[in-house]
Each structure stands twice: as C-alpha cells, then as structure tokens.
C-alpha cells in the first residue's frame, strides 16, 4: 500500500496530465470557434462575438472545468499535508525520550502561536471561499466560449497553487484530521460548485445587469481585502520580520524577488481570468 510519502511525487503529474487533458480537448473547440473570412481580413465585432456565443460548446468546456479545477484544488491544498505527513511518519517514532521539559512561558508562546495560526486558516479559506464562488458563478453563467476556455486553464494553475499556500497555513494550524478535511472540502468544492450553480441560473441571471455588477463588486470587494490583509500583514510580514530572512541579507533578496515574481505570474494569467 502506498504511503502519503510516495504519493507526493505522482500527484505533480497527474496534474499536469489533467491540465494537458483541458488544453487538448480545447483546441477542436478552438478550431470550430475561429470565424472564416472570405477576403482573408480580420472579421468584424458582432461576426466574433457570434463565433464565440456558442451554448453547446461552452457547455462542454464547463462540464471539462468543474472535474479539472476540483482535482486540481484537491492535488495544490494536499501536497503540503501530505509531504509533512510523510515526514512525520517516517520521522516521528523513537523521540519521545530525553526531551526537555517546556517552560510554562514557552507553551503560553506555542498556544498563543498556535490560535494565530488558526485564526488565519479560517480567514484565508472565507476569503478564497467567497472568491471562487463569484468566479465559478461568473464562469458557470456564461455562454461565451472565447472567455471560458482560457479561464479554465487559469483556474486550473490558480488553484493548484492557491492551494499550496493554503495547504501550508492548514500545516501550521496543526488542526486534526477532521477539520483539515472539511477545510479542504471547502477550497476544493467552491469554485465547482459555482460554476454548477451558475449553470442552474443562466436562463435568469445576467452578468453585466446592475444588480449583479454591484452584487459580485461587493463581494468580490470583501474577499480582496481579506486576502491581502492576511497576504501582506499575516503571512508575509511574519516570514520577513523572522530573524532567518533578517540576519540574512541574499535570502531577503531572494524572498524578495519570489514575491515579485509570483505576484507578476498571478496579475499575468489576471488576463484570462
């Protein structure tokens, strides 16, 4: 029987094999949905937008993203569980003896630590929560198939490494196997779960209708500020003003550089999304 420790370094491929899955089924759709001009010109605004207004296509490229984007959320939020449940497993036994007794001021730090790190658990996943309700109900609602097959493919990376941050968290909250498995449920399901929804209400509901546009601007509003709060003042700031990355001037610059770079990598694949 295969131990989470093994498991770790096949669940990257099949990832990436799910993920070729969406681009290789798109590309038929691609071909279809590309408007033919006799003159050899560029086609005009309404002649691309019918070509892209296609219901039975862009209902089968949403069937494709809510199995994809699930499985991939699932693979991104457990690498992190799993690869330190490996490590525990392997790791763990034959120390319990000859440990020093903690001081009273210590376990007062861990517990105060510890509740830290549950409160942004908690937080992280209701901001990502709503979010990914609002873009799956965005996603799940449209007929356009130009919009939704590359917001599939970002959903996909979005995902994934969303859930490796979040994964990380979940590993610092040490919560037990109960609650780490509803707080992955949760992250996972979310976004399947409005696109499904947004397909129950596409006869009725309209994306670009005022209600909607105020509705999705209000969340979408809350959820941003949640998650940069935690972003910026919980999680970065904590891992910046440690005494590793202060003692350490390359790796402040290497930190540094990894935040720009992912940042510049989540606003590029923005102009899909």
Known sequence: MATPRTLVPILPPVAALLLLLVAASSIPLLAAAQPADACGGAPDQAAADGACHDVPRALRLKLIAIPTILVSSVVGVCLPLLSRSGH??????????????AKPDDVEATQVQLRRNRVVVQVLEMGIVVHSVV????????????????????MCFHQMFEGMGLGGCILQAEYGRRMRSVL??????????GIALGLALTRVYRDNSPTALVVVGLLNAASAGLLHYMALVELLAADFMGPKLQGNVRLQLAAFLAVLLGAGGMSVMAKWA
């Open 184 to 193: 992955v449920f949760f992250f996972s399901t979310t976004t399947p779960f």
């Open 88 to 101: 525990r497993h392997g790791h763990g036994h034959g120390h319990g003896h000859g440990m020093a007794v």
């Open 135 to 154: 873009i799956g109900l965005g996603m799940g609602a449209s007929q356009n198939v130009c919009t939704i097959r590359p917001l599939v493919a970002a």
